[in-house]
């Protein structure tokens, strides 16, 4: 099945430090999503890429989409404390119809944890 | 607040019961996803329903794991005679038309004694 490997597992930086982690897949996907996750919490949607090459920024998020559509990377600017979390990435496959299909198939997910 | 509502939040059985996860999509979506998370694990994709209908349901157990999204109502998560490697929180998402990002809901978190 589809996998995605996703880099650093962990991070422990120091606030005002920027920050970049990343993912790849053996797979080709249509969209990658980037989610942040909270204790207790659902994730919660950080930026959309849609395609390939695609360079988009949420704040002082900053995402892009790799022109082989089997990677991409989330930069985060600045790092404040309340940027603590779980950062994964997912991957929406491509049907035969060439439209995204529902299923999405995540990273294993990078802590961050931010030093005041 | 329209957003995904799941309920219960916590919910403890004890081996051999029965779990019955609930969950309201956002308002006018009628694509509805579920997804298991492990302790420090991604979430892994179980189930794509649509009203009435399943579209995908590969990511299911064969045994025990039912989905339902009827017409009306919310759409459940049934695990029949739970056991320990049950425990999890157990997320739903909806979509609008199922092509772009997904909102999730604050989870299930099952635990099995």
């Known amino acids: 099945g589809q996998q995605l490997n996703q880099s650093p597992q962990s991070m422990f930086i120091q606030e005002g430090e920027d920050v970049s982690m990343n993912c790849t897949s053996s797979?080709?996907?249509?969209?990658w999503l980037w989610y942040k996750q909270e204790p207790g919490e659902g994730p919660v949607l950080l930026i959309a890429l849609y395609k390939a090459g695609e360079l988009t920024s949420n704040g002082r998020l900053t995402a892009q989409f790799g022109i082989t559509r089997k990677d991409s990377f989330l930069n985060i600017s600045a790092s404040i404390p309340s940027d603590v979390g779980i950062y994964f990435c997912a991957g929406q496959a491509q049907n035969a119809g060439g439209t995204s299909y529902g299923k999405l198939t995540f990273g294993q997910g990078t802590i961050l944890t931010v030093h005041p | 607040n329209a957003g995904v509502m799941q309920n219960p939040r916590h919910l403890v059985r004890r081996r051999g019961q029965e779990a019955r996860l609930r969950c309201s999509p956002m308002?006018?979506?009628?694509?509805v996803y579920w997804y298991r998370q492990l302790p420090e694990e991604g979430l892994k994709f179980m189930v794509y329903?649509?009203?009435?209908?399943?579209?995908?349901e590969s990511g299911m157990p064969k045994e025990r794991f039912s989905a339902e999204f009827p017409k009306e109502g919310p759409s459940i998560l049934r695990i029949q005679q739970v056991v320990r490697g049950d425990s999890a929180a157990y997320f739903c998402?909806?979509?609008?038309?199922?092509?772009?990002?997904?909102?999730f809901g604050s989870g299930t978190r099952l635990t099995v004694v």
């Open positions: 308002k006018g979506h009628s694509h």
């Open positions: 329903l649509q009203k009435e209908n399943i579209i995908d």
């Open positions: 998402a909806s979509s609008l038309d199922g092509n772009y990002g997904y909102t």
């Open positions: 797979s080709i996907f249509n969209t």
